[in-house]
């Protein structure tokens, strides 16, 4: 059971990124997952989480601004980042569960956790 995150990066404040999760190890169309992010000095907190049907949540300073998707053929979590700000700026993590999570955007519903890809917003 792994995942893989990459995508991160560097960029200006209003700039793009888009992070990619990949799976392996799983029933990938059975799973929730999500992308939490911690900042140095702060807790983690959850950004975007999408369930194994479909639904989804998000954080209110990525509403509006941030994407989340899954390929299930391909085994890829997405998280499309557009208008970036400074505030922005952590370590992304991708977490999966096999079914349904009860809060997308707690960490204490998921048991799988990647390494984590660095994102840097620069004003």
């Known amino acids: 059971v792994q995942l893989e995150e990459s995508g991160g990066g560097s960029v200006q404040a209003g700039g793009s990124l888009r992070l990619s999760c990949a799976a392996s190890?799983?029933?990938?169309?059975?799973?929730?997952m999500a992308w939490f992010r911690q900042a140095p000095g702060n807790e983690r907190e959850g950004v975007a989480g999408i369930g194994a049907d479909g639904n989804t949540d998000y954080a209110d300073s990525a509403k509006g601004r941030f994407t989340i998707s899954k390929d299930n053929a391909k085994n890829i979590l997405y998280l499309q980042m557009n208008s970036l700000k400074p505030e922005d700026t952590g370590m992304y993590y991708c977490?999966?569960?096999?079914?349904?999570?009860?809060?997308?955007?707690?960490?204490?519903?998921?048991?799988?956790w990647g390494q984590g890809t660095q994102v840097t917003v620069s004003s």
């Open positions: 977490a999966a569960r096999h079914g349904i999570a009860a809060d997308l955007l707690d960490g204490e519903y998921f048991n799988n």
């Open positions: 190890g799983f029933i990938y169309s059975a799973l929730s």
